[in-house]
């Protein structure tokens, strides 16, 4: 059994979603998103990043993480400000010795929706489906879930091809 932490970092709202891989079968097991506060400090939005990691990890105990990269902005200080708030969340992947794989939005959608043009809105129902959802489901949280799925669908197909960071 594997237990798959997905994060969807962002600086203002950060997506976190968990899925248990056993048998080839996916199951759902949580999601959550926390909200730093638009008004906070930058560094204060990244200690609040770091802390709900660890929170996350400490209650689930997660085998391995799948992180979203980041993805080119025309925006070159938003690129870099989710840079940081990517590492917030790695730092404390990696202070728990968990493995930490990164896919970009573009892998997550095309191999869970076959789609890489999908929209946050049709990977959102798609993620509903795969884990048979029926509650309210945040984009953020089922990004973070979207990027779980990819993570188990690839490691499925061929673990020793999937590299951590």
């Known amino acids: ?9 962002g600086t203002n709202i950060t997506g976190f979603g968990l899925i248990k891989l056993e048998d ?3 199951t759902y097991i949580h999601h959550s998103i926390i909200k730093t506060g638009l008004k906070n400090k930058y560094t204060t939005k990244l200690a609040l990043i770091n ?7 400490d209650e689930y105990n997660p085998s391995h993480v799948a992180i979203e990269s980041v ?3 025309v925006n070159a200080g938003t690129a870099i400000k989710l840079g940081q708030a990517r590492g917030a969340a790695i730092c404390a992947c990696s202070r ?5 794989f990164e896919y970009s939005p573009r892998t997550v959608k095309m191999v869970v929706t ?7 809105e049709q990977l959102q129902k798609k993620v ?6 029926r509650r309210k489901l945040e984009i953020d ?5 979207g990027v779980a799925i990819c993570h188990a669908m690839t490691y499925m197909d061929n673990p020793d091809n999937v590299k951590s960071i």
């Open 1 to 9: 059994m594997t237990i798959i932490l997905g994060i969807d970092p």
């Open 24 to 26: 080839n079968n996916l």
């Open 51 to 57: 802390e709900a990691t660890n929170n996350i990890i």
């Open 71 to 73: 993805f080119f902005s």
């Open 96 to 100: 728990a010795a968990l493995e930490v």
């Open 114 to 120: 076959t789609s890489g043009a999908s929209d946050k």
């Open 128 to 133: 509903k489906s795969i884990l048979t959802i």
């Open 141 to 145: 949280a089922s990004d973070a879930l």
